[in-house]
């Protein structure tokens, strides 16, 4: 494993499980130390206890701001810098518009819209003082393209790519790069027992958390200095468009 990330301090929320434990593993392989903050403590602790002093946890409800100031107080205390955030904590839920519940939508714009603008905010000094910093927010294919029953995923994920994008012209004259990244289907704990039908997706299958981990590795460091403000769309093809399933499927079996 390439070692690209050798005295870079992350934090990742949402990092007890799912995508932001795997991107934690996959920053730790090259070399970064790592913050995992997440509301589920057992399995946050847990983790970083297995992956050794590279990773620390920390409790980390993303719609409480003072929590946001404690936990980059926490990094920077810890591990003395502050170099790549990962904004990936997110929920999602699935109901036709007309009866979509109304706190459902109040909590998914918090926790996936406001929480990255908390992170964004909260993280602002460190990441200034650290010359050549990335923020790095996990949209979804639903931040390009509308999708059925999940109208408050689907404005969330349109708006961490639209604050992302003013972000990385505010930010740019501090050489602190945003870009947003655009899962298609990967298998999680968030996906399981969903049903999935890739079919007519490009590449014909769901992806693993490994494969969104490695664009994470990618934007954290300085190999992506030259991007901001950019989409980068890890979906197998489902935002490019449909493919004819039985066609795809004879090719492959
Ligand atoms: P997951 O459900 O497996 O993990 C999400 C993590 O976020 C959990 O550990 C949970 O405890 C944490 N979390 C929830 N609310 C939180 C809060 N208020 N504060 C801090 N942590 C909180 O999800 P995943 O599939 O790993 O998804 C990670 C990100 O990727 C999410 O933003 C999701 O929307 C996005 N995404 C997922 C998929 C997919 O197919 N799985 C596709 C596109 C985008």
Redesign the pocket.
Known sequence: MNKRLTGKVALI??A?????ASHAQRLVAEGARVVI????DDAGSALAQEMGPEAHYTH????DYDQWTAAVAMTTDHFGSLDVLVN?????NFSPLADFPIELWDKTLA??LT?VFYGIRAAFEPMKASGRASIIN?S??AGLMGLEFMPAYNATKFGVRGLTKGAALDLGRFNIRVNSIH????L????DGLPIDQSRVALGRAGS?EEVSAMVAYLASDESSFSTGAEFVVDGGQSVGTTSSNAHTATHQ
């Open positions: 929320t949402g007890a499980q799912g995508m932001g903050a997440d509301l589920n980390l409800d993303v719609t990936n904590a997110g929920i999602v926790i996936n929480g996990i979804s294919v899962p298609g289907t990967i999680t704990p968030m996906t958390a």
